[in-house]
Each structure stands twice: as structure tokens, then as C-alpha cells.
């Protein structure tokens, strides 16, 4: 049996207050498994982005429980759970996020540089991070040198040069054209087989439902399907 490495438990989320008070979240269960790359999808409004900051410990449920890798994040102080997102989480966001005035390994080392690692040990990790998504040849790179495809990988790289157990990405593919897109989900899909890492990826793209092992499908804060792909990589 394979554990999940990232378990949401009934979660609930109320913003607001008073008459523009809104349920975003009417409780929401599913679970992730190391190795595994599963497609939240659904409309506007549905929830997808309130889950998955919650699923990243950015934003706390107003009830449930948030377990990753077996522990449960809801007595954690502030800083422990700054930790648990250093340790075990990985992010990559639609619009990449790189520091403009910092090269490719720079950016990447950054992930690491919070983490308290020396620089030297630091700089090859980033470097093997940035192979891994093949920008070998782009280390020294600054973002406005780089196309839109290759600043992803960047940012790809930025989430996997910690090892993490989880990935979480937001909608990675929505400002790449077809061809980009479907080479960024081939490299999520190979990290989480070959790291045995749990990929999560928050997308209404079609384009890249062949890449999933697995589609969890969210409207008006529910959970209303899921379809087992079993795919992998294309």
C-alpha cells in the first residue's frame, strides 16, 4: 500500500463575514501518493485555488484536517509550519516568479539559500536541479533571456532542488503555447515517477489531461468526480 504524502480531511473554508460571508470550501477530502500526478480541475469560482493554498499550508481551513507526509498541520505554531513547507512542499505558480536581475542557477539556489545550505554544496544541487529539466546550457541565463518555456523549467527546477515529497503547481501551462505545455507536463510527469514525488497540478487546460495518473474534478467548493487515468507520461 502506498501512503499519501499530502491528505486533505473534510475541509471547510469560510471568507468573509457578515452578509458577504462565503462558503469556498463545503468539505473537501482527497489524498495524493508519492509517484502520483493528479489534475484538480473545475470552472472559475469552484474552489481550485482556495484548496490548493490550503493544501499548501498557506491559508488554514476553518475546519479539517490537512495531514503531510502522516503530520497533521493544525497545531502547528507559525514557524513549524513554515518548516513543514520548506521541508516537504514545492511550488510553481502561472507566472513563474523569478527575480529578473539573478541568473537561472541564482534563482533556483534561492530555495535553498532559505533553507540555511552553504553556498557551494547549493550551487550544485541547482545546477543538477536545472539538468534535471534540461537547462544545462542555460545556468547563466537571466529570465528576459529565456523563453516562456524554458523561465518554467526554471521555476520547476526551483521547486525540486529541495527534494520535496509534494509539488504544487497552479495552472503551470496556462500562458505556454501547446507544444510547451505539453513538454512541461512530460517533465512534472517524470519528477513525480522518477522522485516518487506527489505532483498537484490546478489546471482547467484539456491539453494536458493525458499526462494524469489521476483527475479530481471540483465545483461550487464540492468535489463532484474522479476518474483513475492511469496514464503517465505521453
Known sequence: MILPVLEAVDIVKIL??????????KGVSLSLAG??????MGPSGSGKTTLLSILGCILSPSSGQIRVCG???ASLQPEEMAKLRRDYLGFIFQSYHLFPTLTAVDNVQLALDVRGEASAPAIVKAKAALATVGLSHKTKSFPRELSHGEQQRVAIARAIVGNPSVILADEPTSALDSENGRAIMKVLAEIAKKQSCGVLVVTHDPRIVPFADRIVRIEDGRIVGEEGCGVGIK
Do not use: I
Not at 16 to 25: D, I, M, W
Not at 35 to 40: K, P, S
Open 16 to 25: 468573509g463575514r457578515g452578509p458577504s460571508q462565503v462558503q469556498a470550501l
Open 35 to 40: 509517484g502520483e500526478l493528479m489534475l484538480l
Open 71 to 73: 503530520q497533521t498541520t
